[in-house]
């Protein structure tokens, strides 16, 4: 392990800029995807949301790096990415050929659950603009020139194609020739990895993108299942999740992956839908750091928690504050994050500084 150092943010373009796939979530509210006859559309993806968070929330310089097929549903994922604010671009344009046979958008479709009824994704994304990207489509160096401070991809990228990966690679190889620190969210998806080997695969293709990394997120499922560390304590259904279980493995990960120099996860026990358990934890500089706990959360949207939990956490490393401000940080956000709908933060910084000092739901009027 080595000291994490970051640029200066008065030498580059960019605080943060990230990989991966924008859909057009589709949500049907309080109903359910099967018999809604509305949607309310909104854009996401694990990658992005953290870039869009960071942008938002904490006013940080961010950019996305994606593809999208230039028809009318295209047009209306970049209008939504434009109210989040990222730099667009280096979003690569895909002509369309009428019907997307050769490549089309990805639609997402989630349901937020309520209580025994847990939340829904169901994704509708094979052959999309994106998952096309193969090695060179990007001009690495010349993002990279123009300067990075902290560069993010994760596991859902990996996952879309056979090419996926390798962008991946050439991208994360890229930002740490150029000095940027380099962060992956293992995020695993059992949905995406089902016809291409699933965890099989997903640890063969993880653990090579991860010896590429300095700061490694994910949750109990991504770590166990889709890197191949067993968590101590927990079952099948994620009934509870013992804090030092969770420092164990984190230090095999951090013995086998000597690179790293953060690894930081999520703590979620789902008692319903509705009602979770949150925490957060990470280990950095070799020492632990554990946000306070928030037991029986209330939560309307669930999706994007983790990836606010993310960006709250870079945040705090871009802005030279301590450890444990980062993780608290993190975990203040994500809790905030699902608090409404959709996948990206509708929180602000004094809000989040609140939560983190313990601050109450009383109305603020």
């Given at each position: 392990m080595s000291e994490m150092k970051i640029k200066d943010a008065a030498a580059c373009r960019y605080d943060l800029v990230s990989l991966g796939e924008v859909m057009l979530r589709l949500d049907p509210g309080e109903g359910r995807v099967a018999t809604t006859r509305t949607f309310q559309a909104w854009e996401g993806g694990g990658e992005y949301n953290v870039a869009r968070g960071l942008r938002r929330v904490?006013?940080?310089?961010?950019?996305?790096?994606?593809?999208?097929?230039?028809?009318?549903v295209g047009r209306l994922v970049e209008e939504l990415m434009l109210q989040g604010g990222c730099d667009l671009s280096w979003v690569r344009w895909v002509e369309d050929d009428g019907v997307g046979r050769r490549a089309r958008n990805g639609l997402n479709f989630t349901e937020r659950g309520?209580?025994?009824?847990?939340?829904?994704?169901?994704?509708?994304?094979?052959?999309?603009?994106?998952?096309?990207?193969?090695?060179?489509?990007?001009?690495?160096k010349k993002l990279f020139e123009s300067g990075v401070r902290w560069f993010h991809t994760g596991g859902i990228f990996a996952a879309l194609s056979e090419t996926t990966p390798l962008v991946a690679r050439e991208a994360m190889e890229a930002a740490r020739r150029s000095g940027s620190i380099v962060s992956?969210?293992?995020?695993?998806?059992?949905?995406?990895?089902?016809?291409?080997?699933?965890?099989?695969?997903?640890?063969?293709?993880?653990?090579?993108?991860?010896?590429?990394t300095d700061v490694l997120f994910g949750n109990e499922e991504d770590f166990s299942v889709a890197l191949g560390f067993e968590v101590e304590g927990v079952d099948?259904?994620?009934?509870?999740?013992?804090?030092?279980?969770?420092?164990?493995?984190?230090?095999?990960?951090?013995?086998?992956?000597?690179?790293?120099q953060a690894v930081a996860t999520t703590l979620r026990v789902?008692?319903?839908?509705?009602?979770?358990?949150?925490?957060?934890?990470?280990?950095?500089?070799?020492?632990?750091?554990?946000?306070t706990h928030r037991p029986d959360l209330e939560i309307l949207d669930r999706?994007?928690?983790?990836?606010?939990?993310?960006?709250?956490?870079?945040?705090?490393?871009?802005?030279?504050?301590?450890?444990?401000?980062?993780?608290?940080?993190?975990?203040?956000?994500?809790?905030?994050?699902?608090?409404?709908?959709?996948?990206?933060?509708?929180?602000?910084?004094?809000?989040?500084?609140?939560?983190?000092?313990?601050?109450?739901?009383?109305?603020?009027?």
């Open positions: 904490f006013g940080q310089r961010t950019a996305i790096v994606t593809a999208l097929v230039d028809n009318p309520f209580g025994v009824r847990a939340a829904l994704g169901c994704s509708d994304r094979g052959h999309t603009a994106v998952s096309q990207l193969k090695p060179g489509d990007v001009d690495w992956y969210d293992l995020n695993y998806r059992p949905s995406l990895w089902k016809g291409i080997g699933g965890p099989e695969k997903a640890r063969s293709v993880n653990r090579e993108l991860v010896r590429l099948e259904h994620h009934a509870s999740l013992p804090a030092e279980s969770f420092k164990q493995m984190i230090g095999k990960v951090c013995s086998e992956f000597r690179q790293l789902a008692r319903s839908a509705t009602r979770n358990d949150w925490g957060a934890m990470a280990w950095i500089d070799g020492k632990f750091y554990e946000a999706v994007g928690g983790g990836d606010s939990f993310a960006s709250g956490f870079i945040y705090g490393q871009l802005a030279g504050q301590p450890p444990a401000w980062s993780v608290e940080c993190g975990a203040a956000h994500g809790a905030l994050a699902m608090t409404t709908p959709g996948d990206a933060s509708m929180a602000t910084l004094a809000e989040v500084e609140r939560v983190m000092k313990g601050g109450t739901a009383r109305v603020s009027r």
